[in-house]
């Protein structure tokens, strides 16, 4: 069975936050699992129920060649005893990388497919073949964000987070902050981060809200100005950040989500966003995995 770690809250202490008078603990996703890390765990926790109950053998998904999500549906199929089939978009490389080696230990069946044909992951006909060319799987959408994956990540916050004003995530597809703006109390402020570049996010998740009925107590927000580029981009502002935070706390970030997060989460503080008395609860959604990746592939030498 899929079950988690007891996952523990940190509280962090900076001369920084001294000064403003705020706050800063980090609920630590990324210890809930050994393996299905993060918000992965969440997402992927009802789904793998769900086709369990109506009987699937076979999982298929979609993602990256350094995706977390990859990296986590892999290890939950192993675990719950299921097939799986993972479309990765590209070339497959001679060496796979280590996420995707990964995959491959933990029994993914690994299918390379171009980005043209990859636009249409979403689309029924493209689907069909998908079937007609693997059996019977049952289906999670690239980034696992459906509504059973909102279902779990509703259960990210807890009794113990009553008293926090301010909770920061990173934001993909979404589906991250859609559970947790559900679960927000009416003084809780939602701040998401997004990764990617362009302001299509506004939208995108007002329509996730709507279509999964959620009506948040609290105030929301997502800031679009801490992508560094775009989704997968960098640069030295961001991994020095990243490699400060470690040295100053011991707690790793990884450069496509949870490093860009705290970024935007410091410079809000620095930049007195933050009432005096805030505390901000910032959650850590795990894709450590990555990390050894983008290191061999970039030459950094990010903390892990
Ligand atoms: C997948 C992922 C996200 C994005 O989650 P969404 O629910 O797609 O917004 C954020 N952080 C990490 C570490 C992830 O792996």
Same mark, same amino acid.
């Given at each position: ?29 990324? %210890? ?45 199929? %192993? ?35 171009? %980005? ?180 061999? %592939? ?7």
């Amino acid at each position: 069975m899929l079950l988690p770690n007891h996952i523990s809250t940190q509280e962090i202490h900076l001369p920084l936050l001294e000064e403003k008078g705020i706050r800063l603990s980090i609920k630590r996703l990324d %210890r809930v699992h050994d393996l299905v890390s993060g918000n992965k765990f969440y997402k992927l926790k009802y789904n793998l129920e769900e086709a369990k109950k109506s009987g699937f053998s076979s999982l298929l998904t979609f993602g990256g060649t350094f995706s977390n999500h990859i990296y986590a549906t892999a290890a939950a199929a %192993r675990i719950e005893g299921f097939k799986s089939i993972g479309i990765i978009r590209g070339e497959e490389t001679i060496t796979l990388n280590p996420t995707l080696s990964f995959a491959k230990s933990e029994g993914m069946r690994l299918v390379f497919i171009s %980005r043209e044909d990859y636009r249409k992951k979403a689309e029924d006909s493209f689907i069909e073949k998908l079937k007609e060319k693997f059996g019977v799987f049952y289906l999670i959408p690239e980034g696992g964000t459906n509504e059973l994956a909102i279902k779990g990540t509703k259960e990210i916050l807890g009794k113990e987070d009553k008293e926090i004003t301010h909770i920061g995530c990173s934001v993909g597809t979404g589906g991250t902050f859609a559970g947790l703006a559900e679960s927000i109390h009416s003084n809780q402020q939602l701040l998401g981060f997004s990764s990617l570049k362009g302001d299509f996010i506004h939208s995108e998740i007002n329509h996730l809200l709507e279509e999964n009925k959620i009506r948040p107590n609290g105030k929301y927000r997502i800031f679009d100005n801490y992508h560094f580029g775009g989704y997968g981009k960098s640069g030295t502002p961001l991994l020095d950040f990243i490699g400060w935070f470690h040295s100053q706390t011991r707690i790793p970030l990884d450069p496509i989500y949870t490093g860009k997060m705290m970024f935007g989460i410091f410079d809000l503080i620095k930049n007195d966003f933050f009432e005096k008395g805030s505390h901000i609860l910032a959650i850590h959604s795990g894709g450590l995995q990555g990390i050894a990746g983008f290191n061999q %592939r970039l030459g950094t030498s990010l903390p892990l």
